[in-house]
């Protein structure tokens, strides 16, 4: 065999090997491993100007994270299909047994003494325990057996019994390995390819979103899974009285219930990104007086699970009884995808300044830079006015006659005074009637009757006033780096 076919024998093994060892990684996340894609995912998005991470959100949307998981899988089979090619050309020098697995090694010293670090985990990795580097070990002695099976020459004299083992296992190992990677993504990457924002709504909203409904964002591939019966809310740094809080203790202080509406600040114009429930939980001005803030403390920061960070000024804090560390989404425990055991909810502003997974309140006397103000995202992050068309939707081809034209529109703590649509693509307007919010802090839905003059494609779009009587931004832009504006505009085909 030339060098040139053990090199593109041993990349062909190496990727087959690689996928394996992929596909088990996501297995052993029962084993509490944390998957490299997850880790390298903060470091390689803190190297990304924030503009260009705006664009591609405001481009990919719920495809973002989907394509940058991809792009990380792609990348370690590939990595691992070179370190296979190299362990073939290796082998035409060296004919022992064992090379496969003395480049396994070298794969597993990459991994553990420069990625996982990389990422946060620690030499070798064990920040996260000492299983770490011998779950990675595993994982690379798996790879250097199929590596191993890759390398047999045909005329290798075995008996059969212990050719069909050969023949069989490593690739079987691989296929459930893949099996176990299509598993855990094939959803994900559905429904960003094949469902559109926005997609799975149809008609009007309904006031309160349901659970199942409510909109979700997360920076990380594999959320946090935490233990509420272990898990303790520490409030901490320039106070009098530490407090380390359990659920049941959080539970048990006196209580606000609101109906609030969020959004996220990568939210396009008339995107789904948006959603309304009832929450409970204590006011964080209430756990902040009960610590007591010492004289200097001026900024309240937020620590979570995930690493998340966040901040905002104590004045604010005390100045704001809505501002809550919730503990139920519609009567129920948060979700672990909301932030369970507990979040922040601070009504008024962008989802990215309430933290989910919720760890330690710090007292300190200057501002903590929150994770996407790092990334250039807005440092105030209030919820810019928004309206939003549910029904008809853009496409639809509509029997003349009495049509409803419906959504739902929002203006954070400043409420909605007055929506209105046009169906002359902004020519003219007329005032909607909408239904009394269900709290200062959440949206309203609105309503109208149209009745079209003829057929023919018509184009409708809508507008609000926020309750100080300012008018709904109409010039676009996207969500990067203060939340996306403009007005939400569809066309629709009116047949007679």
Known sequence: MTQRQAAWSGFGWGCVAGAALVGLMYYSVFLGLRPLPALLNEPLLS????????????????????????????????GLGVLGAAAAVASLRWTTPYLPFAFAAIGWLVVCAVLLPLGGAGFLGLNDGLPTPLIWAALFAIYAVILQYGDQPANVNVDLGRRRLLSTLPLSIAAVSVGALALRLTPD??????????????????????????YVVSKNFVDPQVDGGSWRLKVAGMVENSLSLSLDDLRGLPATEQYTTMACISNLVGGDQI????????PL??????????????????????GYTE???????QGSPEILVVYELNDGPLPRSHGFPARVLIPG??????????????????????YWEQQGWDHDAVVRTM??????????????????????????TRGVSKVEYSTDGGSHWSVAQFDAPLSRLTWVIWRATWTPGSHGAYTLKV?????????????????????????HTVHVNVTG
Do not use: C
């Not at 959603?275 to 204590?282: E, Q």
């Not at 068309?389 to 029997?399: A, F, K, M, N």
């Not at 109409?474 to 007005?487: D, N, W």
């Open 275 to 282: 959603s309304t429930g009832k929450f409970k939980g204590v």
């Open 463 to 487: 507008r609000t006033t926020d309750g100080a009587g300012a008018l709904q931004d109409s010039a676009e832009s996207p969500s990067f780096p203060s939340g996306s504006k403009g007005y």
């Open 311 to 317: 901040s905002l000024p104590l004045s604010v804090v």
């Open 189 to 214: 990457w559905y429904a960003a390819i094949f469902l559109p924002p926005g997609s799975g709504r149809r008609g009007v909203s309904p006031a309160v979103t349901p659970v199942e409904n409510f």
């Open 285 to 306: 001005r209430d756990l902040i007086a009960s610590a007591g803030p010492q004289a200097q403390a001026s900024w309240v920061g937020f620590k979570a699970r995930d």
């Open 349 to 370: 502003r962008y989802g990215m300044k309430a933290p989910k997974w919720l760890d330690e309140i710090d007292l300190v006397g200057g501002e903590v830079k929150g």
């Open 387 to 412: 309206s939003r068309i549910d029904t008809p939707e853009d496409g639809d081809i509509v029997p003349i006659g009495t049509i409803e034209v419906a959504g739902v529109a929002f203006a954070g």
């Open 47 to 78: 190297l990304m100007p924030g503009f260009v991470f705006g664009f591609l959100i405001d481009t990919l949307q719920h495809a973002g994270k989907v394509v940058e998981e991809a792009g990380l899988i792609i990348a370690m089979v590939l």
